[in-house]
């Protein structure tokens, strides 16, 4: 049986997220022929084809899809004994929250306020993550605690409390063919073309196109403008409202989840005593 090793699955798991070879090389700041010829090796040596290649596109097989996902857990589960053990000594003296700019559904100054009230209080330090990996910094250790969407975020390996639920909310361009109603449904946004989030193989909405690829809101705010795609979104993260485009309930959407999770390895009493403010917060703002 062959060994994987740590920078190998690095190669294999940046070629994988970008499905180019040369952008995935730029990102790990090596030539492109280097990272081919890598992952042709990781191919012969676990004797299975990862990927199909073509002179215009790379696509993961079965066994790509396989790696891709465990490949992430083990460099997730490195990047956590790593970072804790960096950060053993503080590890009681302050907590780590990640959220998203604009991701707190107005909650985070009331959570923090209510922490604080609690005579075992520590300094909370606020870390911003982008649009999709606010999980990993919880699970690697970059973060204590993180702000998240369920079902949008990964929550392997995590606890959470729900916070608030609430319903998701079309964005349309102005001159959209759904622009005129008052409201739309899942029926009505069959075979639109929905953004491709980076690192989230998920729209949001079952059936649906996939659309231009982007890393934040505000890319797809840039896209739905130029008419390349819509985005269907939790109330929460599609404010503020912007002047020029259209925002329309999804009536029969699923609800989602603002969501505090952290380590289901934690069990420190201040992330438990966070937690339990962070509860009451949303509890006396009325969103649970």
Do not use: C
């Amino acid at each position: 049986m062959a060994d994987l090793e740590t920078r190998e699955l690095e190669y294999f798991v940046a070629v994988a997220e970008e499905l180019h070879f040369g952008h995935a090389a730029a990102r790990l700041a090596i030539a492109q022929p280097a990272l081919s010829k890598a992952v042709r090796r990781l191919e012969n040596r676990l004797e299975v084809k990862l990927l199909e290649r073509s002179s215009r596109s790379v696509r993961l097989t079965p066994a790509g899809e396989a790696l891709l996902e465990h490949g992430r857990h083990a460099l997730n589960a490195i990047g956590a004994a790593a970072e804790k053990t960096r950060r053993a000594p503080d590890r009681q003296s302050h907590l780590r929250l990640v959220i998203k700019p604009g991701g707190d559904a107005n909650l985070l100054s009331a959570i923090l306020a209510a922490y604080a009230g609690r005579p075992e209080a520590r300094q909370v330090d606020i870390v911003f993550g982008g649009a999709t990996d606010r999980a990993d910094y919880v699970r690697d250790g970059r973060a204590d605690l993180g702000l998240l969407y369920v079902p949008f975020d990964d929550m392997t390996g995590l606890d959470h409390e729900t916070l608030q639920v609430e319903g998701r909310v079309a964005i349309l361009p102005p001159d959209h063919r759904l622009a005129s109603q008052t409201a739309v449904t899942l029926a009505d946004l069959t075979r639109e073309a929905l953004p491709r989030w980076k690192g989230v193989r998920w729209t949001g909405v079952p059936e649906t196109e996939g659309g231009p690829e982007v890393a934040d809101l505000a890319e797809a705010l840039q896209m739905i403008r130029l008419g390349r795609t819509i985005a269907v979104l939790p109330n929460s993260l599609a404010q503020p409202l912007q002047p020029d485009l259209v925002y329309r309930p999804v009536t029969d959407a699923p609800h989602n989840e603002l969501v505090l999770a952290w380590s289901q390895d934690d069990r420190r009493r201040l992330v438990a005593s966070f937690v339990t403010a962070a509860v009451d917060a949303a509890r006396a703002a009325g969103t649970t």
